[in-house]
């Protein structure tokens, strides 16, 4: 009979002699029973999981079984060919079909034989609980490494794995460590503040990437590709910037039929939540700005309509503003958007329903026009020292009414502290005296639970103590209005973003006809009525009308 051999290893614990004495029992096999054995139909899998099927090894093997060339195939134990029960069953059905005989040496197994059925039942259940319980110890064997401070095989770009510890040796002769730990690499840690800061500032995610990728700046593992949308993307969301390292977060689950892995969130109860200040880049003021942006920005994506479903496509212009204005302003007359309809000279704002006639409201007004009355106005009426420093003024006074306990709620808490610390020290010393049971044991531990709870109150209070709002002198305020102001002339993507922040809606109420011009703006004036906006914003509402001459809107 013209067999084949089928040898394979997977844990970087085996060695890979282990082939080689798969391969000589085989052959031993082989040899005692007068099968032959041709060296091309030698098959092997080195460190690759018996949970996989799309093993080199075992593809050529079932390839060779399929154009008749073997008529069958000898393995060292049935975990060989696969430890996935259903994955073996499937092999052990496809091989019957094909008229070709499994032998297992170990097992003693040979499909040939009518009574070898159940035989392999049970031992395909053997090896999936074999595979079930490595599976257990190797997470059980990182958590524990996690939960020491140390790496998991973690691999952040903005981080370094430092080895520590005393080095071993295995088997292999390799040099083994008590572990890994991250460290921030200072050169990549730079690269993560400026691409949090430039996101948060409202450079697109695109953006960004080509100016990386022009500046030649290396990605984590040099990807051909460079940066890119989807990599900084991940950056923007990852939370170990911030300190959150939690464990458990997520596993990884396989298609039965085809392998492939797929990634699932785990449910909360079972992640373990770890902080490491020492290895945060991103403070908490900038993460919750660019979290923020990033909601924002939900939608604004390029999605095929098949993908959609009843989610409906928003306008890019609503993040990555082109103007001061845009996306930030809806007609009264319909709640559709004000949108830049001409292109003429700086561009004219209007309707866009009405440039689909499902809107009355034809009037345009110069894009110029509008940006200029309103940062006028914004300055005159809002953006004033007086204005910020009353309300700066009011928040300290409020604050300040609002901490009037804090210095008595204190000395509560510390006499508590006191009360619970000498409690602690007292089951202590009963403890050593000999004194020890369940009972002392659960006592001791809701005391020391107390103490930390205590600790962190007591740490709160002499914080807020400490560090009352004060409102800040009058050339700060000048000087914040001063860059504000250099913000808001720049019309960038910035000043945009603030002035949406600060206005936004600014619903534009369109006064067609000297009927409808409730506000009496041309009473008892001469001349022709020009129709105008009225812009209502949610700190002031102000007419939008042309100094010199009133109306210099006009119709469509």
């Keep these: 009979m013209r067999v084949a051999i089928y040898a394979r290893y997977s844990s970087e614990n085996q060695s890979e002699k282990s082939i080689d004495d798969q391969v000589r029992v085989c052959k031993n096999y082989a040899k005692e029973r007068n099968f032959t054995v041709e060296k091309q139909h030698i098959y092997i899998d080195e460190a690759l999981s018996g949970s996989l099927i799309n093993r080199p090894g075992l593809q050529a093997l079932e390839k060779a079984a399929e154009g008749k060339e073997i008529e069958g195939v000898i ?107 991250h460290k921030i690499n200072p050169e990549e840690a730079e690269i993560i503040q400026r691409i949090f800061k430039e996101f948060a500032e409202g450079k697109s995610i695109h953006k960004i990437a080509i100016h990386l990728n022009e500046e030649k700046v290396p990605t984590k593992r040099n990807m051909l590709g460079g940066w890119n949308a ?174 009037n306990e804090v210095p008595e709620l204190l000395k509560k808490k510390e006499a508590q502290l006191e009360k619970i610390q000498q409690e602690v020290k007292n089951y202590l010393n009963f403890v050593k005296l000999g004194n020890f049971s369940k009972a002392v044991s659960g006592a001791l531990t809701e005391a020391e639970k107390k103490n930390e709870e205590l600790k962190r109150e007591v740490e709160s209070l002499e914080y807020q103590k400490e560090n009352t709002f004060k409102a800040p002198p009058k050339e700060w305020i000048n000087y914040r209005l ?42 008892g004036e001469e001349g022709h009525f020009k129709p105008y906006y009225i812009a209502h914003t949610k700190i002031q509402t102000l007419a939008l009308l042309d100094d010199e001459h009133k109306g210099s809107n006009w119709l469509q």
Aim: charged share 30%.
């Design 230 to 403: 989807s990599t900084l993307s991940g950056i923007l969301k990852n939370k170990k910037y911030i300190g959150g390292w939690d464990w458990r977060k997520g596993k990884n689950i396989r298609d039965p039929m085809t392998g492939k892995k797929k990634r699932v969130a785990r449910p909360e109860k079972e992640i373990i939540p770890i902080f490491r200040e020492d290895l945060t880049i991103i403070d908490k003021e900038l993460w919750d700005r660019v979290q923020t942006r990033l909601t924002e920005l939900k939608g604004t994506w390029p999605v095929s309509k098949r993908k959609r479903g009843f989610y409906q496509q928003k306008s890019y212009i609503h993040t990555s503003p082109t103007h001061l204005f845009s996306g930030l302003m809806q007609c009264n007359s319909c709640g559709g958007a004000i949108v830049l309809v001409s292109g003429k000279g700086s561009g004219y704002y209007g309707c866009y329903n009405s440039k689909r006639k499902t809107c009355q409201n034809t009037l345009l007004i110069p894009r110029k026009k509008i940006e200029e009355k309103v940062i006028t106005e914004l300055r005159k009426n809002v953006l004033t020292t007086e204005n910020l420093e009353y309300v700066y003024k009011n928040v300290e006074k409020l604050t300040a009414e609002g901490l």
């Design 75 to 181: 393995v060292d134990d049935l975990s060989r060919l696969s430890r996935s029960n259903h994955q073996m069953l499937t092999l052990v059905l496809k091989f019957n079909y094909l008229q070709v005989t499994i032998i297992s040496v170990a097992d003693g197994i040979c499909t040939d034989d009518e009574n070898s059925k159940l035989g392999i039942q049970i031992r395909g259940l053997v090896n999936e609980l074999y595979l079930d319980d490595l599976r257990k110890k190797t997470m059980r064997g990182l958590e524990g490494q996690k939960l020491r401070g140390f790496s998991a095989g973690e691999k952040v770009y903005g981080y370094l794995s430092k080895p520590v510890g005393e080095i071993k040796l295995n088997h292999k002769g390799q040099a083994k460590y008590d572990g890994m730990v």
């Design 482 to 523: 001063e860059r504000l102001g250099e913000t808001l002339n720049k019309d960038t993507v910035l000043s945009a973003l603030a002035l949406k922040e600060l206005l936004s809606p600014v619903i534009l109420e369109p006064i067609l006809n000297k009927e409808a011009d409730l506000y009496r703006l041309f009473e």
